[in-house]
């Protein structure tokens, strides 16, 4: 999930933060489904991962959290970054998880609060 920071910091010194705002969502739907890769994510399994209440920062491992942060600093509003988005950001790859959090409430606010945990955990 190795996010090119230097390759952000030159779109962002070129073009100015908006840029790089407009980059981020990006960026960071590669990071979401390079960890749903390496997790091998399917329904039973991210079924599992919300009855648990697994902590999907806590699954990306330092490194990869170290490289969201390194993100995060860069932005501005991270307001985007919410189910929502997520949902849309796996359905191509994802279609059956992407699903499962559509149909099952418990499932969609579980991921919105991963969400903003991600979002707090980078700001630090």
Known sequence: MAI?????KNIGSMLGKGALTTVAPAVMKGALLKLFREGHMDVPKMSGWVQENRSLW?????DHQ???KQLASK?????????????????GEFPGVAS?????PKAKR?????????KTEARK
């Open 75 to 91: 932005l501005g509003s991270t307001d985007w970054l919410n189910a929502d988005w997520a949902i849309k950001a796996i359905k």
């Open 100 to 104: 499962l959090f559509l149909g099952w």
């Open 66 to 68: 170290q490289e969201v």
């Open 110 to 118: 579980w991921l919105d609060r991963q969400l903003e945990v991600l």
């Open 58 to 62: 806590d699954s990306m491992g330092q």
């Open 4 to 8: 090119d920071i230097d390759y952000i």
